[in-house]
């Protein structure tokens, strides 16, 4: 069996944060705001940047896509992480994404025991990003950010 490729930021198109905790809990009551989140000890933690998209991912039995937002600082000596997100008003749970063939397959999806950060690739963030219900193209829910990150 052959080993799988080393992840490259070029590879990422939206940082997935996951939380057993209600994303209105940690916000304090707010649908949006700014909040920490740890990462695991691994290279991936060097690849997310200022600016980056990211999602968090409610684990759990109401496990799926609740909020939407980008990195604000890279990570600390701690391998905290701080984030600007906005709850989703409709979250997009696990099932929806089992069904559609280009989310089927993500890694959130695939291994959701993984540690943070996990990701979307760019297919399977412009697919996430049709079923987000804020515009055509989904994308006003990153605050009209662009679609993925740099391939800096």
């Not at 991912?57 to 905290?80: C, H, Q």
Request: with cysteine; hydrophobic share 45%; glycine share 10%.
């Amino acid at each position: 069996m052959g080993r799988t490729a080393r992840l490259q930021r070029g590879d990422v198109a939206c940082w997935v944060l996951k939380t057993r905790t209600d994303p209105v809990e940690l916000l304090g009551g707010a649908r949006a705001g700014t909040l920490e989140r740890c990462l695991h000890r691994t290279y991936r933690a060097d690849l997310v940047r200022a600016g980056d998209a990211c999602l968090l991912w409610a684990s759990g039995a109401s496990a799926g896509v609740r909020a939407v937002g980008e990195v604000v600082a890279a990570a600390d000596a701690g391998l905290r992480v701080r984030v600007a997100v906005r709850v989703l008003e409709e979250p997009v749970p696990r099932a929806l994404l089992l069904a559609d063939p280009a989310l089927a397959r993500a890694e959130v999806v695939r291994v959701p025991v993984g540690g943070n950060p996990s990701y979307l690739d760019h297919r399977q963030l412009a697919a996430l990003a049709a079923h987000l219900g804020d515009g055509a193209d989904g994308r006003t829910a990153w605050s009209g950010r662009r679609e993925s990150n740099p391939r800096s």
